[in-house]
């Protein structure tokens, strides 16, 4: 059986679980192969990934890897492309994930398809696109399918893979250290998961009026265990960080549960959260757009409707 | 310096966007054409560096002939002239033909810096910066929410899940911009007017170096096998808040086994 790349997507070690949706989709499509990148690698790195599935683990885990933007990575996976004559590439549909399967495909003559939600036989992948208002089946046709599949999309069941390590060395090209990172800053809020890859995302927006009040947000995503996220009226305000921006410019989630408190719904915020698979708006307007996507919605003031949501939710713990 | 800034035409989001039942790509006629909206902050963050830096302003773009609306947008905005890739040969192209003919259209006009929007509204791919790095082999400074350049040094701050990486190269290089960067401007009448007279040039396939085996949908990497428009969800329970909204919210979320 042919391998099946999967390009692990890691914090500081902790690897993320769109990794574990990963290699349970590769598991179908061949001998899923994970690809560790930079430093963080541990034997309870390598336990999660046999565990589910991984029957090798190529780990690159120098710092030379990490040190510039994107191409070392690309060098690493052309190299064990190269080498391995895997039957597709997998990777996360991150905004850098998706940049390394760009340059992957042009570097190896290949298709890449972004935004995955689903491959099936035949290496036939499901995209959802137009802000998931149209469903599309593609498939590569030349090259190697390098496939961009995005969080919470697919389910992660555990089977174990025998998990062989090899260490690979990756001679990483001068031209791939072109652009150099000198310095990473963390601007993260808590430590709530990441909003990507949350079962539940709690979100603001306009209605939430003022930086500090999207404490009521964060207190409601806290008691679900949350991550929070915000629309773009709020993020533009300065109310909170742009990378929590949820829509057609910032992040598309598909969390089991979505809840919108003071987002009216534009086409540009629905682009980004309407295929989660239940969502929850609160809103003072009933016109809002968003409660035509809504399984439930409240017409009210979230500042009183968030806070005695939360206040029940804790109660019923 | 020698800017040249990326555009691209999207049909409006605001209106209905569909797939072409024939060949299956865009339908470009079904909705109204407007500028990619980041492509706004790309052409914004390269008129700031070119009054801070001097040097001239390059529109590129690759469409149909009504792309032309989106390239004297960007003019009256202040760029000083426009490419138009427009090719019949070229429709269809999928990210990897259209990074190649791109990087030909770059390697002929010549640049210190490209400047594009980090992804479009329609295809949303995020991958065209990153090819045309690649093709071009020049450093990938993308996802930039600030960039500054300092003689042949530029230095960007790259948006990331946690914040953001500190990213230095050296020209000449290609950037990504998120909305996070700058306040596009508004094209002012003088600056519409003036955008009628700049000069646009037209290049074919042939005139751009471009590989016939690369671009179009034939030479595609991949195919769209079906579509169909995604099912409706389906209507559900809105209430009024009676001072007792947030406990009904709450017992729909124990309803779901959400709490």
New interface residues.
Partial sequence: MSEVLVLVEH?EGQIKKVTLELLTLARKLGAPSAVWTGPGYSAEAKAKLAEHGAEKIYVADSADITDY???PK?DLLAQLVSSASPAAVLVAA???A??????L???T???????VVGIEEGL?ADQ????????????????LPIIAVRPNASPVEAAAGAGAEEQVSVAVSE?SK???????????KGARP??TEAA?VVSGGRGVGSAENFSLIEKLADS?GAAVGASRAA??AGWY???FQVG??GK?VSP??YIAAGISGA??HR?GM?TAK???A?NKD?EAPI???????????LN??????????AK?? | MNIVVCVKQVPD??TE???RSDDKTLDRDAADGVIN??CEYAVEEALLLKEAHGGEVTVLTMGPDKASDTIRKALAMGADKAVHLVDDALHGS???GT?HAMAQALKKIGFDLVILG??S???????????L???L???????A?KVEVDGSSIAV??????????????LP?VVSV???INEPRYPSFKGIMAAKKKPVEKLGVADAGIDASQVGLAN???????????PP??A??????E????????E???S?K??
């Fill in positions: 914090v933007v994107v191409a690309v991150t905004a850098e998706k940049e390394i399967a760009g340059r495909a042009v570097r003559d290949s298709g890449v398809l972004t935004d036939v959802s696109i137009f802000g998931g208002g149209v469903n599309v089946r593609a498939r590569v046709t030349k090259g031209a072109a652009a150099r990172v000198v310095e990473r800053v963390k601007e993260e990441e909003l539940i679900l993020t533009d960080p742009h990378q057609q410019t598309t089991q549960l086409i540009q682009a309407q239940t969502i929850v609160v009933p409660f035509e996507l809504a399984d439930f919605g409240v017409v009210g003031d009183q409707v968030v806070p005695q949501l939360t206040e029940e939710i019923r713990k | 989001t605001a966007r569909k797939l909206e980041l999928d990210a990897l990074s980090s992804e509204t329609d295809a949303r791919t995020g991958v065209l910066a990153a090819m790095a690649e093709r082999g020049v450093p990938q400074l993308t996802f929410k701050q790259r948006v990331t899940d946690y914040g953001y990486d500190k990213v230095e190269a050296t290089a998120v909305e996070k595609s990497w991949s195919e769209v096998v079906d579509f169909a428009a995604a969800r389906a559900g329970t809105i209430v009024k808040d001072g007792d909204g947030g406990v009904k919210a709450a729909f979320l124990a779901k959400f709490v």
